[in-house]
Every structure is written in C-alpha cells, then in structure tokens.
C-alpha cells in the first residue's frame, strides 16, 4: 500500500531505513523485543501517532507488527513506521492579559481653582488571533489479517477405507469425510512426494493382497460346495 504522507515533513522523523529493517529482523531472530512506533494515528484502532509497536516479522519492504492494545496482527510498509517515539508536541503559549488603557483629560486653569475630572475612557482588549484548526484525521484503515493456515490429513483404515480431514489454523479437524483409496493413489502421485508416494502404496498393496487371499478362499469354499452338490445330486 502506499505511504501516507503527513503534513510538516521537516519535522516528521524519518522513516525506518534499509538498515533499520535488517536490525529489526536479526532481533527478531535472535528472540529480542523489536519495537516500532506508528507515523500517523490510526482513529480506527484508537492508536495516536507515535504508538508503539511489536515488530513480529520483517518481508521486504513490509514489517508485521501488533500495536500496543490490540489483538491483532497488521502489516505496514517500512515509510509508515518509525525507530524513535514522536516528540511531545509543545504546547500555544497563552496570551497576556490585556489592560484596560485609562485616558483623562485635563483642561488649563488656575491652580487653586479645582474642576470636576472628565470622563474616563476605557479602550476595549485588542482581539486574540484564533487557534488553528487541526488538521483532519487520515482516512481509516483497514485491518488485515493473514488467513489462518489449513492442514488436509489422509486416514487409512485396517479394512482399507479411507478418510479426509480439514483443519483450519489451530481448530479442531472437521468431520472425516470418506474418499476411494485409488484416489488418494492419484493425489499422492500429483504431488511427487516419494515418502508419501511408498505409504499409501504399500497400505493399498497389502489391502489388495489380502482382498485376493480372500477371493481365492471363497472360490475354494464355492468349489468344495459345488462338488458336494454334485455328490449329493448323483446319489438320487
């Protein structure tokens, strides 16, 4: 995604740098603390600018971090985050009170002779300039979050039926779903796996000796009936 860019670039710190990323992910690495602040606020997540950031895995230009206060992971690109915490911003000073200003007209007479004093005339407080206005908020942002990964596990039974099952990040697997084992055959062999490729073969090899044992048997056993039968019906 593109960076967002903030007004007052010269006093906007710089962003994490090449050197930076390669420093946050060895300390990744290693299992050391990698923290990061946030550029701008987001209001979404009630996150101010300079928040602070765990950083949990760098990819490129690219670097997941879990803000402080939430439960979530989100990624953000190296020009929006920070190695430094954003200076305190100063605080307007307060205008000085203004004064009324007293004005008194005296007229010339003789020193003895005292008159009555003119009116006063109080001059209104000069108007203070309007605080700025702040700037608008950025556009909220989108939380992303990576799906969770699947795990696909193949069942073999002792009378060689076969099963699937799904499991979807750290869930419990659904329920097993039953498949033909010369299917299972197939989709080990699309993946080229050797060790996988041996251990269903096997299992179905073992599964289709035993089915002909068992055919072989049944055959002796309707061959015996057969010519007990044939005795049976000769001795009429």
């Not at 992303?144 to 795990?151: D, T």
Request: proline residues 11%; charged residues 25%.
């Amino acid at each position: 995604m593109p960076p967002r860019r903030r007004s007052g670039a010269a006093d906007t710190p710089d962003h994490l740098t090449a050197e930076n990323l390669e420093t946050l992910a060895v300390a990744i690495a290693e299992g050391r603390r990698a923290t990061v602040y946030l550029r701008e606020a987001m209001p979404s997540l009630r996150l101010e600018a300079g928040a602070s950031a765990k950083a949990l895995s760098v990819q490129g230009n690219t670097v997941m971090i879990r803000p402080k206060g939430v439960d979530d992971e989100l990624p953000f690109e190296a020009e929006e985050l920070m190695m430094k915490r954003l200076p305190a911003p100063r605080a307007a000073p307060t205008p000085a009170p203004v004064k009324p200003v007293v004005h008194q007209a005296i007229e010339p007479g003789p020193p003895a002779a005292a008159k009555a004093p003119a009116p006063r005339t109080v001059s209104a407080p000069e108007p203070v300039a309007a605080a700025p206005k702040p700037a608008a908020a950025p556009a909220r942002r989108t939380t992303k979050k990576a799906p969770a990964g699947v795990s696909v596990t193949i069942h073999a039974g002792a009378d060689n039926d076969w099963s699937v099952t799904v499991a979807h990040g750290a869930k419990r697997p659904g329920k097993a779903v039953p498949v033909p084992p010369e299917a299972v055959e197939r989709a080990v062999r699309e993946l080229g796996e050797e060790t996988a490729i041996e251990a269903v073969e096997s299992i179905i090899v073992a599964a289709r000796n035993l089915a002909a044992a068992r055919v072989e048997e049944l055959s002796r056993q309707l061959e015996d009936a057969r010519k007990a039968l044939e005795a049976l019906g000769a001795g009429e």
